[in-house]
């Protein structure tokens, strides 16, 4: 079973991002690089960090904004990119399965 990464929608996560107990899993998404348990720490300021979900936000404009690269063009299937990146129809697609709209 996938799951799907709550920062860029791709249904490839071998594990949940985060389990019951609300932990990171440490994986790495194999379409946007964001690794849980890492990434996510965004601090703001000494001993202060971003919300969760404000973390995944922002990366998630930075990623976009840098063209949709794939982290690894084997771990994504080939229809769905064009020269490592995520092509603009898959893109929209699978950021549906966040309830993100382009």
Not at 59 to 83: C, E, H, V
Request: one cysteine or more.
């Amino acid at each position: 079973m996938c799951y799907v990464c709550p920062v860029c929608g791709f249904e490839g996560l071998p594990e949940p991002a985060y389990n019951e107990y609300n932990e990171a899993s440490f994986e790495i998404c194999s379409c946007c690089f964001f690794q849980f348990g890492v990434d996510d720490d965004a601090e703001i300021k000494n001993d202060a960090y971003m919300e969760r979900e404000d973390t995944h936000k922002l990366y998630r404009k930075q990623w976009i904004d840098d063209g949709a690269k794939l982290m690894s063009s084997f771990g994504y299937p080939a229809s769905r990119q064009t020269n490592g990146k995520v092509k603009p129809e898959a893109l929209t697609k699978q950021l549906k399965n966040i309830n993100v709209l382009l």
